[in-house]
């Protein structure tokens, strides 16, 4: 049976045999509302007010369900400065125009620099075999810079801090070692370095993991007696080293203090005792409330 008369004998059926009527007139369809959504909500009382103590997003509103327009963009813009931090490669030679000692980890590549973090712990065989060479021994500080995870950090104010921090060692009489520049570097590093050049105290100063928006900044990681083999522990950091957080001239000067404070109580990380360091340190020797970095804005949107 074909399928034309498989249809009119189920229309039989169903008691309609006959085609379907013509359509009627459509019905009237109402006028759609003023808004579709709500208004964007403004920032409650506590919001503006707690927004003013951290770099947070607070009371940001939202359009229905979803944030505002300005609010995503402000999001890509900050996350596209954080990936394209963590994606810059320190240039073959850069260190050297600089006047630094080249080295390099055991890290091939950036992509295996960011898949081995262990790699990036220990010198290659040639930097090994540099450091021996031409580096300066028996010192009471070996500054070290090196790209760490943001080598924008490292080319920006990554040279500024390591001037200045050697200055301010130096200026408290303290030895410090021959300017170097480490490349695919780990935190960690610095304890072969360290042990290599017999510092009593090692200092690297890297560009830190980005945040939002916060794609140069610095942390130093200070160590006393640096060994392969010690851990996060035996280490003091300072972090958001940077022109909107702590600004490298200041931070040299604690980081210096952290030294000299290391090499006279001849321990470091948990065992430091900064109680005595606060009329220097200030609120940096505390454990109060600090003023926050003020949190800048990369996308504004024309209302």
Known sequence: MSTRELMTALRARL???????PPGPAPAIPAPPHAIFPFPH?????????????????????????????????????????????????????????????????????????????????????SVALIKDKARKDVDVQPILADGLSAVACMGSGLELLKEFTAACEA??????????????????????GELVHARVAAILLGERPGLGTGDGLSAYVVFNPRVGN???????????????TVPANAAKRLALLAGAM?????????????????????????????????????????
């Open 172 to 193: 408290r009489g303290l030895t410090a070692g021959t300017p170097m520049c480490a490349k695919f570097s780990r935190v960690w590093l610095e304890d072969e370095i």
């Open 42 to 126: 403004g920032a409650g009382r506590y919001a503006e007010q707690a927004a003013a103590h951290t770099t947070a997003l607070l009371g940001i509103g939202r359009v229905g369900t979803r944030y505002a327009t300005d609010v995503v963009l402000q999001f890509q813009a900050e996350l596209a400065v954080a990936h394209e931090a963590v994606a810059t490669v320190l240039p073959d030679g850069w260190a050297e125009s600089h006047g630094l000692l080249a080295l390099q980890t055991r890290v091939s590549n950036h992509r295996e620099f960011l898949l081995r973090p262990d790699l990036g712990r220990r010198l290659s065989d040639a």
């Open 263 to 303: 090499l006279e109580q001849r321990t470091s990380g948990v065992k430091l005792d900064l109680g005595a360091l606060a009329a220097e340190l200030g609120e940096a020797a505390g454990r109060g409330y600090r003023a926050p970095q003020k949190r800048v804005r990369l996308v504004e949107v024309k209302r």
């Open 231 to 245: 851990t996060d522990s035996d280490r003091n950091m300072m972090s958001n080293i940077h022109a909107r957080g």
């Open 15 to 21: 008691g309609s045999a006959a085609p379907l009527p």
